[in-house]
């Protein structure tokens, strides 16, 4: 699952439910990345869009807690759990969260990768921002690109990952693991659940 954002010098994102900066350049390079794959968003990010539509040529998911809300192109989704399964089939280099802030910061510990665009500038009066990957373990960066310029600000594209999940990925089938330590016979065991295409399978391991 891939986490795609633009931020500005302080991971702002967003001020008043509309974006920081105008840059149509790097606005074709998100609608390349996410054509034909899955964008998954809040409800109040779908508002933001011209005319309040999903986005052409992609299964938009739009998670809310309004439990009367519905927009004609758009699935609904009322938990991250229903998401998962509402995306079960998809492969994960074609999901595609886009926001707003607080789907960011609920879903990016499940992202493998994050396609940050980062503006040289500190935008004035933000109200939602993106996780700081900068102070966040376990993200590193793959590739940063040359500053571009346009509109009269300069900005980076980069791509960071986070090499659990980018690992987790690569398993032929869905992989969750859970461990809990109990006595037996006097001796400390753990006790490890790995839930596999619906099976869970369970493994003692006594430390020696």
């Not at 992202?111 to 040289?120: E, G, I, K, Q």
């Not at 960066?141 to 900005?155: D, F, H, I, Q, W």
Request: charge should be neutral; include cysteine.
């Amino acid at each position: 699952m891939n986490a795609i954002v633009v931020v500005d010098q302080n991971w702002a994102i967003g001020r008043d439910n509309d974006l920081l900066f105008s840059l149509p350049t790097d606005m074709k390079r998100f609608r390349s990345l996410t054509l034909g794959g899955t964008v998954i968003l809040g409800r109040r990010t779908l508002d933001s869009f011209p005319g309040g539509r999903p986005l052409p040529k992609r299964r938009n998911i739009v998670i809310t807690h309004c439990p009367d809300f519905s927009r004609e192109g758009a699935e609904t989704v009322s938990s991250l759990a229903a998401m998962r399964e509402a995306t079960a089939g998809t492969p994960p280099d074609q999901l595609w969260v886009i926001g707003g802030g607080s789907i960011y910061a609920a879903m990016l510990s499940q992202c493998a990768r994050a396609y940050v665009t980062r503006v040289d500038a500190a935008a004035e009066g933000a109200d939602s921002f993106f996780p700081n990957l900068d102070k966040l373990p376990g993200w590193t960066v793959r590739a940063v690109s040359e500053p571009v310029t346009e509109n009269g600000l300069t900005y980076r594209r980069s791509v960071l990952a986070d090499p659990v999940n980018e690992d987790l990925e690569k398993l032929p089938y869905p992989v969750t693991t859970t461990s809990s330590i109990s006595i037996v016979s006097g001796i400390s065991t753990i006790l490890s659940s790995f839930s596999l295409r619906g099976m869970r399978i369970s493994c003692v391991f006594i430390p020696t």
